[in-house]
């Protein structure tokens, strides 16, 4: 009997230390202004908590919802620099697979002949390249996108399929291009931090053989901070089938995600300048 109460606690422990991604963003809370992640609202029923890890980094943090296979949210700082968009190849996170020592992001290609993955493998929890070939209409949207990144290994690191969900092509090439490009270096003027939380809504539809969701909307919500003291903040949101971003306050973005979520969203703990 007490054989099995300790293999019990053993395997208790086991599951626990199973994987860093399934806990907390305690090793990449920085990326969240106060170190503060939105509340549970937003919550997936199989969540896994990424700090996005790229050459011994982390470059920002992402909930990842592993039964629709696409992130919830990337949380990250603003901070655009001069280096170019890199080559467009693309990474998957091996924590997701199950019981493994990897902590970083990589292809596919390099787990299965360098770690013996199976692709399957790979596929159980997360979205894969095929997942993204051939679909008609849509891109493969950032939530935490590399022009709002400084330097190279930081802009790679956005290149995960974890930051990437199904978008439609007219509004990520359009309007929300011209958000990230355009209103966010205009909104940022004055901060000398910016806190992002990029996130999308869950849809109805599943693309690639109902693996990978399609999100109903897409949205974004900035906390910009003065000299550590909250300034400002603003959202945006966009229906994921129409050319059109609508820019609100912090404050009505939450209630429209609180409608859309089914439950009361809070995004910076009520931290930050709702002006």
Known sequence: MLGLLLLQVLASCLWLGHSEVVNS??????????????????????????CQRFNNSYHYATL???????PVYSAYKYEPGSDKRPPGYWLVEPQLIGKNNLKEMTSEMTLINNHKFTLDQIKESQAVLDDYKGLKGLDRGHLSPSGHQCGKETKIATFTLTNIVPQDSTLNTGKWMAYECKTMPQK?????????????????????????NRPSHIWSAACCLENKKPLKAWGAIAENSKNKVEQLSLEDLEKRLSNLYGGKVTLFNNACSQK
Do not use: E, H, M
């Open 25 to 50: 963003f305690d090793d990449c809370a920085g990326f969240f202004y106060a170190r503060i992640p939105p509340n549970d609202a937003l919550n997936p029923k199989n969540p896994a908590r990424i």
């Open 64 to 70: 990842y919802d592993r039964d629709r296979r696409i």
């Open 188 to 212: 940022t003027q004055g901060c000398t931090t910016t806190y992002v939380i990029t996130g999308a809504v869950p849809g109805n539809t599943y693309v690639s053989n109902n693996r990978v």
